[in-house]
């Protein structure tokens, strides 16, 4: 291989592993920012508030760049349909999960967002499941009801009710992900996050103003919550999209799928750093079982489809 083709494909997996550690901080940055008493809406609000501007000046790089085309309304209201499913609900309903489990296992239910994809695919476009496919998601759901035990054991949360709206979180993801394919193809895949972003901001705040009758009181929260909510807005929203999709660029979404198993795997270590979560014997083992379930079934599909 040459050396400029080794040192790209070096470069494409250290961006894919940097955004999958980026992007799981923000379960650990959201935890503390709940130490100083926001809720979870208000926090959403403050993320997305801090993303507009970011979002709005990359999806302006990126249409400037390449000469990208113009999109008919058709397009434009798929993507903020997408947008309100994939990164406002689906965001939502992650930061209320957040409120009852801990942030290992909050990444690990997020990140079986790839079975959900399958088995929609099955229920409404008829994608035949095979074995691998059948054992890759019990392997996988197998894992999540270890981390979900250890969880009960030694966490003082409601983790059913903290595990259900995640869940529901990252089925909002894959039907965020099943109809944004045509989309991403033609409109490029930082160009459609970044649309997909604004339209999410807007309807978050839109939540925040009708659903919060004192909404002022956004600017009067303690300095550390802004702190937080304009880290998690910078490195563990924008700057993953921006990574991963050079990363995927250049070394293909195959290998990308992989180096995202860092993610939930770092959260574990993180959470402990950061939040003082333990690690047990039981938690680590349910994780194993859920990136090989995961990573089973996204190689497969990625195998099929070649």
């Not at 079986?112 to 088995?119: A, D, N, W």
Request: charged share 10%; net charge positive; with cysteine.
């Amino acid at each position: 291989m040459p050396a400029a083709d080794r040192y790209a494909r070096l470069t494409g997996a250290a961006f894919c592993a940097v955004a999958a550690v980026a992007f799981s901080g923000k379960a650990v940055i959201i935890k503390l920012a709940y130490r100083y008493g926001v809720d979870a809406l208000t926090l959403l609000a403050l993320r997305m508030l801090f993303s507009a501007p970011l979002f709005g000046a990359l999806a302006a790089w990126s249409a400037r760049r390449g000469g990208a085309q113009a999109l008919s309304r058709g397009e434009l209201a798929s993507i903020a349909a997408l947008g309100l499913v994939g990164y406002y609900l689906s965001s939502y309903f992650d930061f209320l999960g957040l409120q009852h489990i801990t942030v290992a296992l909050e990444r690990l239910v997020l990140f079986l967002y790839p079975t959900f994809v399958l088995l929609l695919s099955a229920l409404l476009l008829g994608r035949r499941v095979t074995v691998v496919d059948v054992i890759g998601i019990g392997v996988s759901y197998l894992g999540i009801a270890f981390v979900f035990v250890n969880d009960l054991s030694t966490h003082q949360g409601d983790a059913v009710r903290g595990s259900l709206w995640v869940a529901l979180a990252a089925l909002l993801y894959a039907i965020y992900l099943m109809g944004s394919g045509r989309l991403v193809g033609r409109v490029g895949s930082i160009r459609f996050a970044c649309y997909a972003g604004v339209v999410s901001c807007v309807g978050v705040v839109a939540h925040y103003v009708v659903a919060t009758p004192d909404w002022h009181r956004i600017a009067s929260q303690p300095a550390p919550v802004y702190g937080l909510a304009i880290l998690m807005a910078a490195v563990s929203t924008v700057m993953p999209i921006v990574l991963t999709s050079e990363g995927i660029r250049r070394i293909g979404a195959s290998h990308a799928s992989i180096l995202g198993a860092v993610g939930p795997v770092a959260t574990i270590f993180l959470g402990y750093a950061f939040l003082g979560e333990p690690i047990t014997a039981v938690q680590v083992a349910g994780a194993a079982l859920v990136l090989a379930g995961v990573l089973t079934v996204t190689l497969h599909a990625r195998k099929a489809e070649a």
